[in-house]
């Protein structure tokens, strides 16, 4: 490993509120964003809660064509990136744009643009040979979501190495750990990376559906989603994105940059066990933590704060609350753990960026974000999951971790830079 | 830095299952594009695809398998199978962590997403799947291939459209040099469906001749877009050390790696290929006379085939390398077009044999020694390119074990 990786700008659009401060208000007041579902009619589904975002792309500085050219999710990363750059105090003309690259994290890419186009091409299902005069012009970014990472390289003018990371889940994670592989050995000097996505659309939910992953808990929505709690049963579905410039620390610090955080060290492992199930032990997201806080430098005891993935289901939790203990042994109980899900809701691909930008600012602010609506323990989940209210406290060294659909288990430390 | 190598190739391809057919078919310029034979494609502007031949799912997987993927899974799983095999690996015999998985892809299992969509919009959401939530999405190949193989070790998954087989293989490389260990990395693609085809139509990069010898025809004054394929191929990747250690056969070694992402196209600037390679090549510490063929993108769009050729004569001048594009045999194959490219690269340098590029009339003010005829030629390195729409670029250096290590940049 040659250079250190370090944050120098945030980006966030998250239910609740755009812009990162909106976001942080949210969390450190521990108030929720999940409602009942209003982009489209939700009666015909199980689970009718999702935490959406109030986005209009105009008023963002999106052009028509580009409004017209983007599916939301890559709306959304675009936007989100351009409030990274313009906070880490970068402008363009100080780039060489060969050396700076693009990593865009996505789950589900532009299923929202699929969906509709789906709809449209197929005359609402009617026909198997579907109809090509019928569909959008720019079907194929929709179909391929390397578009996200185009997009962003189109309106930051990076020109080195772009690409999109979609583990599922835990995209959010692996992408931003992709793009400081590329800023430690030196590729780059500046990576634009994050996350995004935005599922909530009627194949999504009926996917989920089918398998009973997210809440059916249609009557109390700004309640919905507990992880931790012994009443969970789902996540609640969310969209958003989180983007990041990532620098070398001698950048950052030769340019006075304001520096949140290192990224001080990732691992991700694959569970090899069920494409959406989990093994209760949590194995293998205790290997991917141990990995991290290796290659952190880290020992158990430094952690100050665990940003989890919970997501509220009841095989995640538990799954995740063994792997802390696994990997942390004692410490697990000492750390307090809280999943900020039960505020923004699960953003699929997305999230893991949205967790990063969240433990970043836990490092800013010494604040760790509560988990809302946590009222009954589950014997089961017996750590100290910061219920409620948000807690002021030193915050130096923050383990954030992801698990996702196809096995995937990504931890990442994040280190304030004294 | 640690040499990486590859000591395994499983290949699913449209002018052969598995790769001593895929090879025979490609050294000796048998073509496996066709009429779209998987739907009624006749309705389209587009009627030509290349599809894997004699591939039984059944033969190969168990039956559990068979409703919760998608065709173009169920094909990479076949090819994670080969490429295991052929390399001596057991996975069970490995360390618990000691195994990764990386690969490509571009729009999923997006055949298996058109008959969710339709369940949904057609008869209501109770009908959709309960595979959907993991059977189209980017991830899927990976997660397969892990648990069918209980591979525990890094996992991955890169979209950077027909670029991302070599990004992909190139950060198994990377994890590879990071952590040691085993990554399979690849990619196996295919969205030959209706709704995958009404995509692609948009793209506006299909060839709408339905003619199979000259459809997609790269290099040629008229060159008119190509023919999409599926299939792809993945590779074992290991450290070289380790491999002699345990008496592996080695194909040849990852030497040199670049990726790029175009200017806005507004802007007039030169797009970004040239200096992929460029990086590329200095990440191997060679020179372009050092290169002994290059397999070329190969897109047929006119603008795009002179991008390339001026990019590959910058480095080399006019002529100066043998080039060579035998996807016109198979097809563009998306993400999997890296990767089975590095495979063909690697049975050319073993066998030296160049194969050819089946393409009618090719322009000779592109200035490029196409090899249109299987060529014998000793080599030891070969440069492949790869550009994925939007304007992603990567390039990648193979070299056969015999040829020299170079010394670090």
Not at chain 1, 212 to 233: I, L, M, V, W, Y
Not at chain 2, 176 to 200: E, H, T
Request: net charge negative; aromatic share 6%.
């Amino acid at each position: 490993m040659g250079h250190r990786a370090v944050i120098t700008g945030i980006g966030v659009t998250a239910p609740g509120g755009i812009g990162t401060k909106a976001f942080w208000n949210l969390l450190a007041e521990g108030r929720t964003a999940t409602r009942t579902i209003s982009f489209f009619d939700p009666a015909p589904f199980r689970s009718r809660v999702a935490a959406e975002i109030d986005f209009d792309p105009e008023a963002h500085g999106l052009g028509p064509q580009e409004i017209r050219r983007m599916d939301r999710g890559a709306q959304l990363a675009v936007v989100t990136a351009a409030e990274a750059l313009a906070d880490s105090g970068l402008e363009q003309g100080d780039l060489d744009p060969h050396r700076v690259g693009v990593t865009v994290g996505t789950a589900v890419g532009a299923t929202m643009g699929l969906d509709q186009e789906y709809r449209v091409v197929s005359d609402g299902g009617r026909l198997d040979l579907v109809d090509h005069a019928y569909a959008v012009p720019h079907l194929y970014d929709y179909f391929v979501p390397s578009s996200f990472a185009k997009e962003v390289a189109w309106s930051t003018g990076a020109e080195g190495p772009a690409t999109v990371v979609s583990t599922g889940c835990t995209s959010g994670l692996d992408a931003v750990g992709h793009a400081i592989e590329l800023v430690r050995d030196g590729e780059v000097d500046v990576m634009i990376a994050g996350a995004s996505d935005a599922p909530i659309s009627p194949i999504t939910v009926a996917c989920f559906d089918a398998i009973k992953a997210t809440t059916a808990r249609n009557d109390d929505p700004e309640h919905a989603s507990r992880p931790f709690d012994g009443s969970r049963n789902g996540f609640v579905l969310g969209e958003g994105s989180a983007m990041f410039v990532i620098e070398s620390l001698e950048r950052a610090r030769r340019r006075g940059a304001h520096i949140y955080a290192e990224i001080a060290g990732f691992a991700t492992r694959c569970n090899a066990f069920h494409m959406t199930g989990l093994r209760p032990d949590g194995r293998e997201m205790a290997e991917a933590i141990s990995r991290a806080m290796d290659e952190a430098r880290t020992d158990p005891a430094d952690v100050d704060y665990i940003n989890a993935h919970g997501s509220g289901t009841k095989q995640n939790d538990r799954h995740e609350t063994a792997a802390f203990k696994r990997s942390l042994g004692e410490h697990a109980y000492r750390a307090p753990v809280s999943s900020i899900k039960s505020m923004v809701g699960h953003s699929l691909g997305a999230i893991g960026s949205i967790e990063i930008a969240a433990s970043a600012l836990a490092i800013e602010y010494d604040l760790v974000p509560p988990t809302a609506n946590l009222h009954t323990p589950d014997p089961e989940c017996d750590l100290d999951y910061v219920p409620l209210t948000a807690r002021e406290q030193r915050t130096d060294t923050v383990l954030t971790v992801g698990s996702g659909f196809g096995g995937f288990q990504s931890a990442m430390v994040l280190r304030s830079v004294a | 830095m640690k040499s990486v190598v590859i000591t395994g190739t499983g290949v699913t391809a449209p002018n052969g299952l598995g790769k001593d057919d895929f090879w025979d078919a490609t050294r000796a310029g048998r073509t496996g594009i066709g009429p779209v034979g998987r739907f009624d494609a006749t309705g389209y502007p587009s009627t030509l695809a290349g599809e894997v031949p004699g591939f039984v799912a059944r033969d190969h997987l168990p039956s559990r398998l068979i409703p919760q993927t998608d065709h173009m899974t169920r094909l990479a799983l076949v090819a994670a199978d080969w490429a295991l095999a052929d390399a001596g690996i057991v996975p069970s015999e490995w360390p618990e962590f000691g195994i990764g998985v990386m690969t490509a892809s571009s729009s999923g299992g997006f055949e298996f997403g058109q008959g969710e969509l339709k369940n949904l919009w057609s008869k209501g959401g109770q009908y959709v799947s309960a595979y959907q939530s993991f059977a189209w999405f980017y991830a899927v190949n990976s997660g397969q291939i892990s648990i069918r193989n209980g591979l525990r070790g890094p996992g991955g998954v890169l979209v950077s459209d027909q670029a991302g087989g070599l990004d992909a293989v190139a950060q198994a490389r990377r994890q590879i040099r990071k952590g040691g260990g085993l990554v399979l990395a690849g990619g196996v693609d295919g969205s030959i469906c209706p709704w995958g085809w009404v995509a692609q139509i948009a793209g506006g990069r299909l060839s709408t001749d339905p003619d199979p010898g000259r459809a997609y025809r790269p290099f040629a004054a008229d060159a008119a877009g190509h023919v999409p394929g599926e299939g792809g191929a993945l590779l074992v990747m290991e450290e070289e050390d380790a491999a002699r250690a345990r008496g592996a056969r080695i194909y040849g070694r990852v030497a040199g790696y670049g990726s790029t992402f175009d200017p806005h196209p507004d802007t007039g600037r030169e797009p970004g290929l040239r200096r992929a390679a460029e990086i590329a090549l200095r990440d191997a510490a060679l020179r372009p006379s050092d290169i002994d063929v290059v397999f070329a993108d190969a897109a047929a769009i006119p603008d795009l085939d002179r991008v390339e050729a001026e990019a590959i004569n910058a480095l080399f001048g006019p002529g100066g390398v043998p080039v060579t594009a035998p996807q016109t045999m198979t097809g563009r194959l998306n993400s999997g077009a890296g990767p089975l490219a590095l495979s063909t690269a690697l049975y050319a340098m073993r066998d030296g044999l160049i194969p050819p590029t089946l393409t009618r009339d090719p322009s000779p003010a592109y200035g490029l020694d196409l090899v249109r005829d299987t060529r014998e030629a000793a080599m030891s390195t070969a440069l492949v390119l790869a550009r994925g729409q939007g304007g992603f670029n990567s390039a990648m250096v193979v070299a056969t074990a015999e040829a020299p290590v170079a010394a670090p940049a």
